[in-house]
Nanobody
């Protein structure tokens, strides 16, 4: 079993910052790519940022220059630093981790989601 626990969401004014974290635990052999996704009310879930196991990062155009993703392979954690937040960033944010379990099965897991609300 693998568990993902997210933290760090909240309410912030436009222009403010938040940092999201996601920690994976359980029967993990190796973590591959890690990603952050978000879903706003009435909209489909969209990719925000992805980081490969080599450390390469990819960002949605809407967050480039404002969001920074990082990972700590030793702790099986991934973070998303969000600066210059805008009201349109308001959404539930989910982490997603692609990994090999300890019995070498490849699968991906989702966090429980954390609410980010940016007021104007």
């Amino acid at each position: 079993q693998v568990q993902l626990v997210e933290s760090g969401g909240g309410l912030v004014q436009a222009g403010g910052s938040l940092r999201l974290s996601c920690a994976a635990s359980g029967s993990i052999f190796r973590i591959n790519a890690m990603g952050w996704y978000r879903q706003a009310p009435g909209k489909q879930r969209e990719s925000v940022a992805v980081i490969t196991n080599g450390g390469s990062t990819y960002y949605a155009d809407s967050v480039k220059g404002r969001f920074t993703m990082s990972r700590d392979n030793a702790k099986n954690t991934v973070s998303l630093q969000m600066n210059s937040l805008k009201p349109e960033d308001t959404a539930v944010y989910y982490c997603n981790i692609d990994l090999f379990t300890s019995n070498f099965r490849r699968d991906d897991y989702w966090g429980q989601g954390t609410q980010v609300t940016v007021s104007s």
